[in-house]
């Protein structure tokens, strides 16, 4: 069992930078993929960047060139750099550990506000 907990979120101006963290424990971190999803008020879910234990990553589009995801296996810690945030960028960012398609762990979110 894995427990998440993300922090870092906030009210941020549009073209601002904000640091997610997400603390994992309870498990080996480092055989997880680590994913950030971002939820916009009344949409679904979805993931805007992984990585691997390895260490690879993946973003989607819209956020490539702006966030970064990365870890610190030995911290347990899994972190989104997120810049030149947009008002679209709004909404609840949650952490994922993912293990084959058997396992994943979530934790509770935290809010990002992008607004003037």
């Known amino acids: 069992q894995v427990q998440l907990v993300e922090s870092g979120g906030g009210l941020v101006q549009p073209g601002g930078s904000l640091r997610l963290s997400c603390a994992a424990s309870?498990?080996?971190?480092?055989?997880?993929?680590m994913g950030w999803y971002h939820q916009a008020l009344g949409k679904r879910r979805k993931l805007v960047a992984s990585?691997?234990?390895?260490?690879?990553?993946t973003y989607i589009e819209s956020v490539k060139g702006r966030f970064t995801i990365s870890r610190d296996n030995a911290k347990n810690m899994v972190y989104l750099q997120m810049n030149q945030l947009k008002p679209e960028d709004t909404g609840v960012y949650s952490c994922e550990a993912r293990l084959g398609l058997s396992f994943s762990y979530w934790g509770h979110g935290t809010q990002v506000t992008v607004s003037a």
């Open positions: 309870g498990g080996t971190f480092s055989i997880y993929t």
């Open positions: 990585i691997s234990g390895a260490g690879n990553t």
